[in-house]
Every structure is written in C-alpha cells, then in structure tokens.
C-alpha cells in the first residue's frame, strides 16, 4: 500500500453515525473532559444563518473544518446549503465517507501524494471542486488526473493576507486560461477569503476593511469579463463578516464555519449589535470536572491542553463566567475563586465556552448531544479529527 492508500483505509474505517446511548445522561454523568453539543442551539444557528443569507441572496457553503462531522454538514445541508467546504483533502475524503457529495476544496493542493488523493476522490456523484493558485500546483493535478475526469477549478486570490492565493492580475488570467484549456478542467470561479479581518475586535473597522478588500477585486473581476471568464462562483468570507459581505454584490456565497458553535474568540468581538458578539448562540461546550483544591483560592479541573485549544483566550466557565482560568499543563486547568465568590465542591462538573472551537474539536473523537430535554441521548462521531494532510 502506498501511504495515501494506508491513510485512507484507516479513514474509511472511522464511524459516521450517530451512537446510541442505552439510556439517557446528564452532562454531570459524562466521562470528563467531554465536548458537548447542544442540538437544539445548533440547528437555531444553522437556520438563523441559512435564513440571515437566503434573504440576502447570498448562498451558504459553510464550512466543515469547524465541526469536522457529517452528521452536521448533513444539517447544513437540509437547512439549504449548497455545499460543504473543507480545508484539506483527507477532510474531503472524510466528508464522502460520511455520505457528503457536494465539497469544495479551499486550499491549494501542490503535493504527488495530494494530487493522487483527489484523483481518487474523483466520481461521477461526487461534485468535488478545489482551489488553486500557481501554475505547479494546476501542472501537478493535470499530471495526476485521467482523461475521464472532470474537476472545476476555483483561482484562490490573495490581496493582503499573505497565507495562499495569487495575487498578481497576469498570473490569475495565465490560471483561468490555462484551465480552461484543458477538457478535465472547468474554471469555476474565485475564491477570496481575508482571514486575518475576521477577528478585528471593532465593528466598524471590520466593516470597512472587509468591503474595502472586495472593491479591489473590481479590476480583476473586470478583466475576467472582458476575456469571457465570467466566474460563475465567487466564494469567502467567514462568521466575522456574515453581516458585512453580503454587501458585495460580486459575491455569491460565504464560507461560514464557527456560527455553528461560537466560541470565547468569536464572543469578544464587537458586532452590529453591540459590544459582544450575540449573533449567535453557544452550541459547543466542554464539560469538566473539578478534582483537586491543592490552595484554598484555586480549585482544579481535569481539562487542560489536551481538553482545550489554548492558541488564543481562556476557556470561560458558563455557569461561573467571572472565574478566572488558566492553564495548568496537558490535563489540568485551574480555576481561581475570588473572595466572596459561590463555592465550588470537588466532583463538580462545570461546563466552559471554548476559546477557539475548530482545534478544540479536534482534540476530541465524539461529540455528545444533548437534546431539548437536557439529557444526553447519543454521541456524534467527529469523523475528519485529525486529518490534516
């Protein structure tokens, strides 16, 4: 077996759905550290954001490197959404094994072994497209691609992130022409995502910069019209901007992820609305159980690294959210107890918002789902965790 092949076998040997439990559990019943998702919060998001662009005319290609489930995706889906986007391949291959057809691939793929996997995820009821954004990395899939084949192409641009894309007017028509010069090739469209704008603290300035970043696309979209390659998709944006890119008439579809969620990242930003990000609600938590109190002020809980992404702010804790946490290695977080503060018992458990959900989800292999009645009735498998390659 070559290493893709030995990697995909595994893949296609991860569950996809959902697991029973023989009867019900309170979120305190759960084995700790345990990522739980509220159902009801999540579908109120995936239809309050479906509904949000549905009267914009704005589709929603929501993306899968959030929650990395096709249970979930297969909501999204009901709920309208075109398509399913993930970040890498073995995420895509993930989707299809958990029985998602429509996929968009939203980064470049420049690698043999790479272009080898999306060959072999090619089928006629598999609506596979991808990104690309340098003529090696087109040279590379052509090379791997047979004459049956068929694959639309999106050229990703990049105007100031500095993360993929290209971002020269010559080099985007060398790529649309270059694609549409190959019968395995369909230009699809342009992909554009500013990433680094999704998490500017300030509204306004949110605003300004994201709507200013697609106004300097007009030239390239200009030119693209003159020469006949009209793209048919023009696709970006995220859970940051979904009030502000609808804006862009150019435009046809967003790549919203941590709506689904909302994470402590997210929570602190200001929106339309206020000084809080309350678009959405907090579907994702992570339960914990206290285990330890080594100093009266502090008392310690079982979720640490491992538990929660820590590549940005603090996880908060729902029920107490003016206790302080912090890390305290791989397995343990510490929560300070200021004077005049609820006690908290040993054996407690304590659910918290995370700091920063897509790696969070990645660290753990089920989701357990809680329903309208306040008990755990199943657990979703996170079928893409880890798939990183």
Same mark, same amino acid.
């Given at each position: 077996?070559t290493?893709i092949e ?5 893949l296609?040997q ?7 439990l023989k009867?019900p559990?309170?979120?305190?019943q759960?084995?700790t550290?345990?990522?739980?998702l509220?159902?009801?919060?999540l579908?109120?998001n995936?239809?309050?954001?479906s509904g ?6 704005k589709?929603?290609?929501p993306?899968s490197?959030t929650?990395?489930c096709?249970?979930?995706a297969?909501?999204?889906?009901a ?18 094994h958990g029985?998602?057809k429509?996929?968009?691939l939203t980064s470049p793929?420049?690698?043999e072994?790479?272009a ?6 090619l089928?006629p009821e598999?609506d596979l497209?991808?990104v690309?954004d340098?003529?090696p990395?087109?040279d590379?899939?052509?090379r ?6 068929r694959?639309?192409l999106l050229?990703d641009?990049?105007?100031?992130m500095?993360?993929?894309g290209?971002r020269?007017l010559?080099?985007i028509?060398?790529l649309?022409?270059?694609i ?11 992909q554009h995502y500013?990433g680094?704008l999704?998490?500017l603290s300030?509204y306004?300035k949110?605003?300004e910069?994201?709507l ?7 030239d390239i979209f ?9 793209p048919?998709i023009v696709? #970006?944006?995220?859970? $940051?901007?979904f009030d502000i @890119?609808? *804006? %862009?008439?150019?435009?046809?579809e967003?790549?919203v992820? !941590?709506y ?9 930003? #200001?929106?339309?609305r $206020?000084?809080r990000f309350v @678009?959405? *609600? %907090?579907s ?6 206290t285990? !330890?109190?080594?100093?009266q ?6 979720g640490g ?18 206790l302080?946490?912090?890390f305290?290695?791989d ?6 107890l ?13 659910e918290?918002i995370?700091p ?7 660290l753990h ?5 809680r ?9 979703w ?5 880890g798939?990183?390659w």
């Amino acid at each position: 077996m070559t290493g893709i092949e030995l990697a995909l076998a595994g893949l296609r040997q991860r569950p996809t759905a959902p697991i029973a439990l023989k009867q019900p559990l309170e979120v305190d019943q759960l084995p700790t550290p345990a990522l739980v998702l509220d159902l009801p919060t999540l579908d109120r998001n995936i239809a309050k954001m479906s509904g949000h662009l549905q009267r914009h005319g704005k589709a929603i290609r929501p993306h899968s490197k959030t929650h990395k489930c096709p249970l979930i995706a297969q909501r999204q889906l009901a709920a309208g959404a075109l398509g399913i986007c993930a970040a890498k391949p073995s995420e895509a291959a993930a989707m299809i094994h958990g029985g998602i057809k429509q996929i968009l691939l939203t980064s470049p793929v420049v690698t043999e072994s790479k272009a080898q996997l999306i060959a072999s995820l090619l089928a006629p009821e598999v609506d596979l497209m991808m990104v690309v954004d340098s003529m090696p990395g087109l040279d590379i899939l052509a090379r791997h691609l047979s004459p049956e084949h068929r694959i639309g192409l999106l050229v990703d641009v990049d105007l100031s992130m500095g993360r993929t894309g290209v971002r020269e007017l010559d080099d985007i028509l060398g790529l649309v022409e270059q694609i549409s010069a190959d019968p395995r090739f369909r230009f699809a469209g342009i992909q554009h995502y500013a990433g680094h704008l999704m998490h500017l603290s300030d509204y306004d300035k949110r605003r300004e910069k994201s709507l200013t970043a697609w106004e300097r696309l007009d030239d390239i979209f200009r030119a693209l019209d003159e020469r006949g390659f009209v793209p048919a998709i023009v696709t #970006g944006g995220g859970t $940051g901007t979904f009030d502000i @890119d609808i *804006d %862009v008439g150019r435009l046809t579809e967003l790549q919203v992820g !941590s709506y689904v969620f909302m994470d402590e990242e997210y929570r602190a930003l #200001g929106s339309a609305r $206020g000084e809080r990000f309350v @678009d959405f *609600d %907090v579907s994702l938590t992570v339960a914990c159980s206290t285990i !330890s109190r080594p100093q009266q002020p502090t008392i310690t809980v079982d979720g640490g690294y491992k538990a929660f992404a820590s590549d940005s702010v603090a996880p908060i804790c729902v029920q107490m959210p003016d206790l302080r946490y912090h890390f305290a290695g791989d397995e343990h977080g510490v929560l300070v107890l200021g004077d005049g503060e609820r006690a908290v018992d040993l054996g407690q458990v304590i659910e918290f918002i995370t700091p920063h959900c897509d790696p969070t989800v990645n660290l753990h292999e089920l989701y357990w789902v809680r329903e309208a009645d306040g008990m755990v009735h199943s657990c979703w498998p996170i079928t893409a965790r880890g798939c990183s390659w």
